[in-house]
């Protein structure tokens, strides 16, 4: 089959059926972060722009006229905003004399979650389709003239594609709760080791010690007024971690309005007010848990909200696992467990290539080392 490759500089472009019988197929788990309507509503709402340095670049393969791939893109010019973090090339390339940026990225903007990037229908030319989107990606990465494209977060399989075509192989980790068929969060507390479920049970009671209330919130249940309540919990905890908060107050009513049924707010409430509170998306088989924020400070209140209610709803839904984010390893003894992430890189200048393969031939190396150490020290009572 002959296929064509073509970029679009808004996601509205895509036709929406067109777009999702790609990223989330019948029969295949679903993740919320590549539908249409989450990446739709990161532009619509100005928070995924040029201005904000992330130019939409989406790469879409074609056959006999009919969309069969997509890819979402973003032309970069800086590293912000990715939790992959490439500032050192950059510094180190700028350095040598060249220009590291402008950079085309495949990647859901401020989100640190797996998912596909090869976005193809199921069938047995998959394979196909996507080394074909993959290769025209590079090409239109040539075009471009930028210094490098970087998929981040990618599943795996696609990046042993991606690494069979001669891209750069990277590996970090993350940490996630792992469903193992538990019917409430007793079961799961049962499977810790003593002293790591004496102390779960302390920051679960403390937390909750000052007279706070915690609510869950999701589909047609969810109003503006939860959104403004959670906005201002973000801005405050973006102000503090980022100077400028990434995504603005139009995105949060965007996703509320198109997808209610996979969205889960967890709220926090003392005294008859909203005091916290934590964002999570719904995907067939996890929990994807993203922004948190308070405006009171109560101890484990954090864990509480982003960590143990994650684990309840997951268990109360059946869902398989818990992705909390990224990094942090004191997630370890909240119950969640090191799980390699991935991310693949073509980089134009052979020179710069050799070297940046060699860093991450080391670093993958360590990477590798700690996801064994950090396994070691899981909280779960050894087995008899």
Known sequence: ???????????????????????????????????????LALEKSGSVTARTGWQPFHVVLEAAGEICGAMPAYLKNHSRGEYVFDQSWAEAYQR????????LQSSVPFTPVTGPRLLTPDGADAPDRKRALLT???????????????LTFLECAECELATEL???????????FVNEGYGAFDDFLAELASKKRKNVKRERRDALANGIDVEWVTGSDLAERHWDAFFEFYMDTGNRKWGSPYLNRQFFSLIGEAMPERILLVLARRAGRYVA???????????YGRNWGAIEDHPFLHF???????????????????????????????????????SAHWIRDSGFRSAVARYLKEETRQVKAEIDYLAEHAPFRAAD
């Open 277 to 287: 509170g934590a964002l999570n998306f719904i995907g067939s088989e996890a929990l």
């Open 1 to 39: 089959m002959s296929f064509t490759v073509r970029a679009v500089q808004t996601i509205e472009d895509v036709p929406t059926t067109a777009w999702n019988r790609c990223a989330n197929p019948a029969g295949r788990p679903s993740n919320p972060f590549v539908d249409h309507a989450f990446l």
């Open 304 to 342: 509480e909200l982003c960590y143990y209610q994650a684990i309840d709803f997951a268990i109360a839904r059946k869902l398989a696992r818990v992705e909390a984010g990224a990094q942090g390893a004191h997630k370890i003894a909240r119950g969640y467990v090191p799980a390699p992430t991935y």
């Open 166 to 176: 001669g891209l750069l192989q990277r590996m970090d980790q993350q940490f996630h």
């Open 136 to 150: 025209g990606a590079t090409h239109v990465a040539e075009q471009l003239g930028v210094s490098s494209l970087h």
């Open 96 to 103: 040598a004399g060249g220009r590291y940026y402008p950079k």
